[in-house]
Every structure is written in C-alpha cells, then in structure tokens.
C-alpha cells in the first residue's frame, strides 16, 4: 500500500491510498467507474431494488446521467479546494463516518464526503490524518447501513484496514506527489 499525494495546501492536504497490485489510486479508480456508463448501468441493474427506493420512478439511463453529473460536480470541487477557489478547507466537506460522532474531529477518524447535490448517493470514505485526509475510496450508498450491501461493507473494511496502517507503530506511510493535471 502506498499513499499518494493528491494536493498540499496550509488548510489541509488530500491524499489517497494506491493499493497493492493496483494501477490507480483510491480517488482515480472512483473518477474511472464513476464516469463509465457501462460500469454505472450494470452497477444500477445489480442494485435496482435499492436505487428504486430512492427514486421510484427513475429509469436506468436517466440514474447513470444523474450518477455521473453528480461525480462530475464532486470531483470539480475537489478541484476547486486544490486551487483553492472556494475559501473553505476539505474538512468542510469530510464528515464523520457515523452520524452520531457530530463533528468532533480526532487522528485517524473514518469520514465521508459527497458533493455539492444534498441527495447524492455518492461517496468518498477518508481517514482524517492530522489535518490531512487520505481517501481510501468510495461507493454509490443507496442503503442506510454501509453493512448490507457488499460493496459498501468491503468500504468499512478498506478504512479499518487504512487506519490500522496509517496507526502501526515505526510504519511510516510512503507519500509521493500526483500532480492532478498530470496528462500520463
């Protein structure tokens, strides 16, 4: 596991994990499956009993364009932070994992965050890291409990598995620079 180094700011920096025997990091591969229509229209099919519950009405194609239009506004403002565009600090974006954790903030706290759209379904799970956050990856939640669905629990596990990392004694995790406008 390592983990990269997505932007650096003095309100806080973005990291994200890139694990073993993967080509991406944690936020690429949420960029890729979040804008693959192919990936999103088999992922809705999967999961239609729950996404029916949130939209009762929708049909598929009209979901995915919604799925992706989301993704496109979160990534753009994690764009805007990296520039520092919008005066605010990722830990205004990043809230704690469990709702009853209010917004108390401590070292090594499990945290989500989802876009601009107050109904989004989508999110990016995080380990807040000092005043850093580093992502461990994300899901399109369409259940309350993370624990009911397959893709969600495996989510938990990545972020128990990142803490325990990020906290091991004489373990230093290894940073290196991603540049986002990077075109390799």
Request: glycine fraction near 4%.
């Amino acid at each position: 596991m390592k983990i990269i180094s997505i932007f650096e700011l003095s309100k806080g920096s973005l990291f994200a994990v890139k694990y073993e025997g993967e080509d991406l990091d944690a936020l690429e591969v949420l960029q890729e499956q979040w804008s693959d229509v192919e990936f999103l229209r088999e992922f809705f099919k999967k999961y239609k009993k729950d996404y029916e519950s949130y939209y009762p009405k929708a049909k598929l194609n009209k979901i995915v364009l919604q799925t992706i239009e989301d993704a496109d506004a979160l990534f753009e403002l994690l764009y805007d932070l990296a520039e520092d565009k919008t005066g605010k600090s990722l830990a205004d974006y990043f809230k704690p994992l469990d709702n009853r954790e209010k917004e108390k903030a401590y070292l090594l706290q499990a945290l989500k965050a989802y876009g601009p759209q107050s109904n989004s379904f989508l999110r990016i799970y995080a380990i807040r890291y000092g005043s850093s956050f580093v992502i461990t990856g994300g899901a399109i939640k369409l259940t309350h409990q993370m624990a009911d669905r397959p893709h969600t629990k495996l989510e938990l596990h990545k972020l128990e598995w990142v803490k325990k990392y990020l906290h091991e004694d004489g373990e230093t995790p290894e940073f290196v620079y991603l540049d986002l406008d990077n075109d390799e």
